[in-house]
């Protein structure tokens, strides 16, 4: 048998299940896997390895994830671990109580053992905004792992993780997946309970999973999904396998190209190999369509418009008096509030919260919050047309493959425009997946490049279904190998 | 669309944020080219466009007015950064 880190979910339930290995077992492989790798990667902050292991010794194989070791983002509370959102403001927290998604995952009997690095309250494209350390890419250490989530895909491609879950509010699920060459699935709005998701910009924020294969990401989100009473935005939604239209081909699917994703700016040795991708879509037995999404450079602008507004409310909360860090002996409630914040939040949160503040302010927000969310109508729109014509849509994940440590933290705009093929989805609410589709060579290294398939709302079975199929046809050299 | 003057003390001010001299003139340079940006959204009609606030097709969720349980006091006041006698310790509000 393989390195038990190398198993996939599926691999590692059956291996449970025909006695060749145990919870136990896993945990203690993957825990040395971690103590070997972690130090080149930075993929966690923190771990608690003696509590999955007492979780680890009574677990019920027979759950749908029973003894599964899961990593969770650090911006998803586990109770009595610490949850700090990567950011200063939030060191020494504990949550005290569970996520609905991690209830979820230890009824099913999966075991949280870890806190994944992330960009500070999830903001940024590189995971280089942690305050506490950057996360590097496992196919080349000289490269960001992409972000937010990026620790949550670094330890996934790393194999110091069997599985993690993530958030994504404008790609941070979808883009580290791809320059990682792991798969990750946004779900679409509504289907996953966001309570217990410490919330970034909440019209736009949904969890899911990263993994090293589509039907992980698929049996996580059977788990995951459904109404929860502590999140009014969760759906209530007849019970669905996600996992039972995988296997397939792509015969009788209608796959939409979307012009205005190939567009100039984007890698040409991206572009070549999107392009194959479809190729492949194609010899699937999939109908190819091109379609337009008209306002789909209008994205980038409003999602920088509303989910700084959204944050700069959220964020509100981090005022130094209920937890989180307060500044020491303030001569006034106002200079508390004022240096709180400044000791407790980085640049990027500062520049993102003023951003917010500025659009939502009286003078401007006609001009700026209200036009975006009618812009928001209009990108919303557009998914609606295109959906009525085809079945997924095929598009690049990221423009580029992993960029250099450092390369973009200076120019903000430059890095928001990382996020430029993933936005719209968040807007628009749909469910969209990133899975690995090819390698660049750079500087001797090998770098991933993800395809992203988006579906309608709602609709992931058939957009699993779809990824799964390309992944058996395309990524599996990608996902079974270990870059380390 | 107004033409961005943003003057990014004032808005961190509004924002409960304090800022360096530093910090102030590198957001003001930064959040000035975010804004040349998104300008962009001046080329589009949104004459008659109903705005979108989320895409959630879900409205006025109302539960059942019951108690229950909250938060483990205990552990609500470890996360407090300063707790006495089972309350959290607030600066001065009014003088």
Redesign the interface.
């Known amino acids: 048998m393989a390195a038990l880190t190398d198993l996939t979910i599926t691999e590692l339930q059956s291996a449970y299940r025909s006695g060749q290995t145990s919870p136990v077992e896993a945990l203690r492989d993957l825990e040395a896997r971690i103590e070997k790798t972690d130090p080149a990667i930075g993929a966690y902050l923190s771990r608690d390895f003696d509590r999955a292991l007492i979780a680890a010794e009574t677990a019920d194989i027979s759950l749908p994830l029973g003894g599964v070791p899961i990593g969770i983002k650090d911006v998803i509370n586990v109770v009595g671990e610490p949850c700090t959102c990567g950011s200063k403001m939030l060191a020494g ?2 949550a ?2 569970d996520a609905t998604v991690i209830s979820k995952l230890r009824a099913a009997g999966a075991i949280p053992y870890g806190r994944l690095n992330m960009d500070e309250f999830a903001m940024g494209s590189s995971t280089e905004n942690s305050a506490y350390h950057v996360t590097r890419n496992p196919w080349d250490l000289t490269r960001i792992p992409g972000g937010s989530s990026g620790g949550s895909a670094a330890a996934v491609a790393a194999r110091e993780a069997f599985a993690t879950l993530g958030s994504d509010t404008g790609g941070s699920i979808r883009q580290p997946a791809a320059l990682c060459g792991v798969v990750g699935l946004k779900p679409s ?2 289907r996953i309970s966001r309570y217990g998701l410490v919330a970034f910009a ?2 736009l924020d949904q969890i899911g999973p990263f993994a090293r294969s589509t039907r992980d990401c698929a049996t996580l989100l059977n788990v995951l999904c459904g109404k929860d ?1 502590h999140d ?2 969760s ?1 209530d939604l007849p019970t669905e396998d996600f996992t039972a239209e995988l296997g397939r081909d792509m015969k009788g699917k209608r796959i939409g190209i979307p012009k205005e994703y190939f567009v100039d700016g984007m890698d040409p040795r991206v572009r070549s190999s999107i392009e194959a991708a479809i190729a492949t879509c194609a010899e699937l037995g999939a109908e190819l369509v091109e379609v337009s999404l008209p ?1 789909t ?2 994205a ?3 999602y ?2 509303i989910a700084t507004a959204e944050a ?1 409310a959220n964020l ?1 909360r981090f ?8 500044a020491k002996n ?1 001569h ?3 200079d ?4 709180s ?2 000791e407790g ?1 980085g ?1 990027e949160v ?2 993102r ?3 917010g ?2 659009v939502l ?1 009286s ?2 927000y006609d ?2 919050y ?9 990108i ?1 729109q557009d998914f609606q047309q295109a959906f009525e014509k085809v079945d997924a849509l095929i598009c690049p994940t990221s423009p580029d493959v992993a960029f250099r440590i450092g390369e973009r933290v200076n120019d ?2 430059r890095m ?1 425009l990382a996020d430029i093929f993933t936005i719209a989805a968040n ?4 469910c969209g997946i990133s899975v690995p589709c090819g390698l660049v060579e750079e500087d001797g290294k090998k770098l991933p490049v993800g395809v992203q398939f988006l579906g309608k ?1 709602l609709d992931e079975a058939r957009l699993l279904s779809i990824a799964d199929a390309f992944e058996a046809a395309s990524s599996h050299p990608i996902l079974h190998h270990n870059p380390l | 669309m107004s033409s961005p003057n943003l003057d990014v003390r004032d808005v961190a001010r509004l924002a409960r944020i304090a800022l360096s001299d530093a910090e102030a003139e590198l957001f003001q340079t930064q959040l000035a080219k975010v804004l040349e940006y998104v300008e962009q959204l001046n080329t589009l009609d949104v004459t008659n466009v109903e705005p979108t606030a989320h895409a959630s097709p879900v409205f006025n969720v109302l539960r059942e007015d019951v108690i229950k349980p909250g938060l483990n006091r205990a552990s609500v006041l470890a996360n407090a950064p300063h707790a006495a006698n089972n309350l959290i310790v607030v600066t001065k509000v009014l003088d």
């Open positions: 927290y504990m005290p109580y709005y509504g909440s019209s009473e009014s935005t759906l306002h450079s209008y980038v602008g409003v920088y418009i700069s509100a005022d130094g008096v209920r937890y989180g860090h307060r303030p006034d409630l106002l508390h509030y004022q240096r914040r400044a939040l640049s500062k520049r919260i003023i951003l503040t500025y302010s003078g401007y001009a700026y209200l036009r975006a969310q009618k812009a928001r109508t209009l919303r903000p705009l928001y807007l628009a609410g749909i709302s």
